[in-house]
């Protein structure tokens, strides 16, 4: 399409003027011009690497692939500084209630909700389901669940940039069950203040409140599967963590940890 372009430019501009100029001078532009696109059909077309700028972050050991412990560490620091997430149910097979259309069942839906990392070291991250919501509704009903997260966003609020390319920043599923977290885990590990800490509006939907608008219990999610994108498979791990190395993360490690756009 560029070449087409170009040359149409070309056969405007040598008629243009024809009229007025040597038929040698014609002749040499008409030469030279063959000579130059002969040179742009010989070079072959930019890679995505010549394509791509040069992000801020950019240097020699940033394209050495990870090791998967490594990246492990690194998809336990997503999950701790992640507020928010979509999370995955699947509709039961026999659908009962006149509010979900029938041709729904067997079929997953995933939604926005409030996370926060309250039970560190774990690994496994802290939810306040309402039992009006439909992800809580069909974990109930006996759906496994998954928790998709994502680095875009707090990418461009770090750099105040987009991304050249989202594709290139990591994202992370975890795959599991929600399992309620008990009254005396919620007053030992203290969930409401950590969980308030991170999503003040939470205060409104608090279980076991007089005020809470809507019923809700503490559960935490059971991480049994993980699966990492790190971002380009030449430069970053993908593929999915062991289970028993997510787990043994310690807080320090991630913390020391570096996600793309940080200093």
């Not at 038929?23 to 011009?33: C, D, F, P």
């Not at 069942?105 to 926005?112: D, Y």
């Not at 007089?210 to 380009?232: D, P, S």
């Not at 430069?235 to 570096?258: Q, S």
């Amino acid at each position: 399409m560029r070449l087409a372009g170009r040359l149409l430019s070309a056969v405007l501009l040598l008629g243009s003027h024809v009229a007025c100029v040597p038929v040698e001078t014609l002749e040499i532009e008409a030469r030279e011009l063959q000579l130059q696109l002969q040179l742009e059909l010989e070079t072959p077309p930019p890679t995505l690497n010549e394509l791509a700028p040069v992000e801020e972050d950019d240097d020699p050991s940033a394209f050495t692939i990870p090791s998967r412990y490594e990246s492990t560490v690194l998809g336990r620091r997503l999950l701790g500084l992640s507020k928010t997430g979509i999370l995955t149910t699947v509709f039961p097979e026999n659908i009962t209630s006149d509010r979900v259309p029938a041709g729904v069942a067997n079929t997953p839906i995933g939604l926005p909700d409030y996370i926060a990392s309250c039970e560190e070291p774990s690994g496994n991250p802290t939810l306040l389901a309402l039992t009006v919501s439909t992800s809580t509704q069909n974990a109930l009903a006996g759906s496994n669940v998954s928790l998709t997260l994502s680095w875009w966003d707090q990418y461009a609020q770090l750099t105040h940039h987009q991304p050249w390319s989202a594709a290139n920043l990591p994202r992370l599923n975890l795959v599991g069950y929600l399992e309620k977290i008990t009254d005396d885990e919620v007053k030992s590990e203290d969930i409401a203040a950590c969980f308030t800490k991170a999503h003040g509006d939470s205060v409104l939907w608090l279980p076991g409140k007089k005020w809470a608008a809507h019923k809700g219990l503490w559960v935490r999610l059971v991480v049994r599967e993980i699966y990492w994108i790190g971002g380009f498979g030449d430069r970053n791990f993908i593929g999915w963590f062991d289970r028993d190395e997510w787990a043994a993360v310690k807080v320090d490690e991630w913390l020391a940890a570096r996600l793309p756009g940080e200093k």
